[in-house]
């Protein structure tokens, strides 16, 4: 298991930005696809942005594309959500979560996750 924290979130403005952080301790990180899901009040949670190991590949909901990217330093253990753009139903408590390299199903799907962070709470104000 690799233990996440994450931080970063607050409360912001529509239209601008956050950066969330997220810390990775336990396992070698780089053995690690790492992905961004988020949770708005009584949805359920839902996939944001994900990244594999290196980050040379990158995937993105609809929703976020062309507002947020995600990144990695495997150097310090943390991948990285900049958030741009932000809209009031960004509002949510967001996660980041990890997954073995070599772990069956998409990075996009939410079910192939088994380690995650308590999350941190981003409010967009409109």
């Known amino acids: 298991q690799v233990q996440l924290v994450e931080s970063g979130g607050g409360l912001v403005q529509a239209g601008g930005s956050l950066r969330l952080s997220c810390v990775a301790s336990?396992?070698?990180?780089?053995?690690?696809?790492m992905g961004w899901f988020r949770q708005a009040p009584g949805k359920e949670r839902e996939f944001v942005a994900a990244?594999?190991?290196?980050?040379?590949?990158?995937y993105y909901a609809d929703s976020v594309k062309g507002r947020f990217t995600i990144s990695r330093d495997n150097a310090k253990n943390t991948v990285y959500l900049q958030m741009n753009s932000l809209k009031a139903e960004d509002t949510g408590v967001y996660y980041c979560a990890g997954r073995p390299i070599g772990s069956r199903g998409k990075l996009t799907d939410i079910r192939w996750y088994d380690n995650w962070g308590q999350g941190t709470r981003v409010t967009v104000s409109s």
């Open positions: 336990g396992r070698t990180f780089s053995n690690y696809a």
């Open positions: 990244s594999n190991w290196s980050g040379s590949s990158t």
